[in-house]
């Protein structure tokens, strides 16, 4: 799952010193593919390509790029080179799953870790194991009690100011804005004339930003789980300022909405086993959340919420939701599932060097309240993922706010309609109207991302990347499978 998961993107558990090497060429290189490190995927190839470490400063110091290259199956006729990033921001990139069969007869299917991530030359926020604690602590949680939130706060402070001594230079230079440069690096690399690309999640975001940088280099843009650049970079009021950005995002308002469609399909469907005939899951699931929120047990109000969530991404997850949500209705059945330590870095720089945000850490708690009345647990889980941001230590001065709306090529945007926890359906049909040029394509489903899942999305994402056919306006593709079919 792709996850704006900013207390996992600020830390690594490596502990190794950042490298930047000295100024070498500003001009891109070909690039040298070659073998993958032992342990990488089968039938990837791998290079390196060096940029610079500020696009102010192209002369100065260089920072190192990953990059994977999955080759077309039909070297005869190849097409060229799709990109792709999976989200985040900090999630590893190199080795991309993204495509389907027809995709991946006709391009290189090239992927990056972004810079400050995994095996591109990466931030480093920590020089002790002693020093991850305070970050293993808010992991993937949030405060509902005043002595909990006194302690979460102090937690994030220890966790930014160890990044402000220990990660360098390039905490300075972590912007989306440089990251679309990088990938503008790339495809100058692999020569291609204009980019194509196709973008998950904060991907999307990636992409929005490279196309109004370089509106005429832009091929295909197929942005999946839509970000609305607006919400994430400024607001779209100037109140919205004072907004911690995981908030002004509204992903908790899908997230209700996708739990909702959830129990709905759940009542009418004798395979749920969260089912009973005649009840309201809604009351049933606020039972849960109640008993939780007096008296934690075994599991906490806080792991029901992280865990609902993070299931409400993909349909298929709908049989294991039923199965832990009526496990945890038994008072001594449901265990705890420690959320993964993610290892990459540098996402959490990205965010907020990209976002606006309140620099007073009280106007969290106040947004997470406000935010639980529209969608209750979902609200605190969403605005406390950015807290850091109040204490961060760097600032990016290429940060791009703006304009949206530049002309390029047409874009396709892909969006469940059913609502996404990650990306609201309404941010992506906002997104419609912001940039120059895109089409929106509905998936009738709930999730985090539409490619692969449908029959009737894949097909119309193979017709735009191959040969830049959108589909009609206002088309809706169905899944190829409902919630509770075996897979």
Known sequence: ???????????????????????????????AWGACPSGSPPGYDCAEIEVPLSYQDPDGPRITLALGRLPATDRKHKRGTLFTNPGGPGN???????????????????????RGVGASTPVRCFTSDAETAPLKRILGTFPITAEQETRHFADAREVTASCGRNAGPLLNHLSTANVARDLDRMRQAVGEPRLRYYGLSY????????????????GALA??????????????????????????????????????????????????????????LRAKYDALLDRLEATPGPISYQEVVRRTHNALTDEANSPALAAFLQSATKPVAAKAVPTPFDSAMGGGGTICADTANPRDPAAWPRAARAADREGRGFGSYDTYLSLPCAFWPATDNARYTGPW???????????????????????????ERILG????????????????????VDAAVDAYLTHGRLPARGTVCAPDHAPFDAR
């Not at 792709?2 to 490596?14: E, F, G, H, K, V």
């Open 1 to 31: 799952m792709t996850r704006i998961r900013i207390a996992a993107a600020l830390t690594l558990s490596a502990l190794a010193a950042l490298t930047i090497t000295p100024a070498v060429s500003a001009a891109p290189r070909g690039l």
């Open 92 to 114: 590893h990139g190199r080795f991309s799953k993204f495509q389907t069969p027809s995709l991946h007869r006709q391009f290189d299917i090239v992927g990056f870790d972004p």
């Open 203 to 218: 991907g999307t975001y990636v992409g929005e930003v490279y196309a109004n940088l370089f509106p005429h280099r832009v």
């Open 223 to 280: 942005l999946d789980a839509v970000d609305d650049p607006i919400a994430w970079s400024t607001g779209h009021r100037p109140e919205d300022a004072n907004v911690p950005f995981s908030t002004r995002l509204g992903g908790f308002r899908d997230a209700d909405r996708a739990l909702q469609a959830f129990l709905d399909t759940c009542a009418a469907d004798v395979r749920c086993a969260f089912r009973e005939p005649g009840a309201d």
């Open 405 to 431: 709306n530049r002309s390029t090529a047409p874009i396709l945007l892909l969006a469940n309609g059913k609502g996404d926890p990650e990306t609201p359906y309404a941010g992506a049909k906002r997104t």
């Open 437 to 456: 040029n895109a089409r929106l394509l509905t998936l009738d489903a709930w999730g985090h991302g539409a490619l692969n899942r449908s029959a009737c």
